[in-house]
């Protein structure tokens, strides 16, 4: 199943440690964090986020992680972020994910864009 959501006026790093906390209280581990930032061309001020966060499902044994969700976040605190979560329902269950959806959504709603034709 695949989440796509943008939000305006969002700090991109902001939202990544929410994505990160939130997903972390559902009982899974993290595997991968990347978050990087870059100068907008011809604006010293501006500046464009990229993160990606992967998470697994919890084993009793390491060699039985498999990753069940991935996060890819990209945009600008001054304009438009998006988001893109990627998740494996059968290692990230519709309760968690449903939990997860909740949190993202008391927090951020506010500043989500809909656009009337959905990707």
Known sequence: MEIRKTYQNVNPE????EIRDFTLKQ???LAETKLETYQVTGDSSSFISRGNLSFKAQDKTDKGKKE???VHIVGS???ETRVIINVDEEL???EK???LQKDLDFIFTSYEVTHPDSY
């Open 97 to 99: 994910l449903t939990a």
């Open 14 to 17: 902001l939202l990544y440690d």
């Open 92 to 94: 990230f269950p519709p």
């Open 27 to 29: 009982g899974v581990v």
């Open 68 to 70: 069940c969700l991935r």
């Open 77 to 79: 605190a001054k304009g």
